[in-house]
């Protein structure tokens, strides 16, 4: 079940989101089809991701802006802190891009983990950061080796976050600009999609949405 916390970082006043809205992004159907069915990420879709990714890689830290951050702060400062037990440890943030949130992660994990299915991507990492080349629907993690999984701004593939995180382990799941964000799902859709029963909570945060589950 998901509990929804008070804003207590609301959007800017007289400021409007950044860019358009993507409600009917081609990214939306694929997150919606790969969270709810593990046939839904077919190879012609895997290529199309790679594609387009591999193609905004040489742009992407144009995109490091503070308010994209806003609601991964947040869901760390406020989200964790309504955990069981606070997670820190090894946190593996999948669909990482070029790191630009490893900042505000490297503050909560011992070692973070960053996952890009795009090689270009990872090739912009920063110096010192541990980079993996991998698919999130079959990663290339044991069994219950993950103490936080980080979706910022990712597709959620539910079989496999179950299965890599420790049994204490929790989905961090951010959308940087809410609803308007091309790869987007709700707390609750976030929530009914993982293998069993999960608590967890939800808040807005700037211009963004965040969730955090772990099992009940």
């Not at 990872?122 to 080349?133: D, E, N, T, Y």
């Not at 910022?152 to 609803?179: C, H, K, Q, T």
Request: charged residues 20%; aromatic residues 6%.
């Amino acid at each position: 079940m998901i509990t929804e916390l008070e804003i207590e970082i609301p959007a800017p006043v007289g400021v409007s989101s950044w860019g358009q809205a993507f409600t009917n992004h081609p990214m939306r159907a694929i997150t919606r089809a790969v969270a709810s069915d593990p046939d839904g990420w077919t190879p012609e879709r895997r290529d199309e991701v790679v594609k387009l990714f591999d193609s905004l890689a040489p742009n992407w830290n144009e995109r490091d802006l503070p308010e994209r951050k806003i609601a991964v702060s947040d869901a760390i400062a406020r989200g964790l802190a309504h955990t069981p037990s606070l997670p820190g440890g090894v946190a593996l943030e999948l669909g990482s891009g070029t790191g630009l949130n490893r900042d505000v992660l490297e503050d909560q994990f011992e070692t973070v983990v960053s996952l890009d299915i795009s090689t270009r991507m990872l090739a912009r990492l920063p110096s010192g950061a541990i980079g993996v080349r991998g698919d999130g629907s079959c990663l290339p993690l044991c069994a219950g080796s993950i103490n936080a999984l980080v979706l910022i701004n990712m597709f959620l593939f539910p079989p496999e976050a179950d299965r890599v995180l420790s049994p204490e382990g929790v989905v961090i799941w951010v959308n940087s600009r809410g609803s308007e964000t091309p790869i987007y799902l709700a707390a609750d859709e976030v929530d009914a999609a993982l293998p069993g029963n999960w608590d967890g909570v939800s808040s807005t945060a700037g211009f963004g949405t965040w969730s955090v589950h772990w099992r009940a």
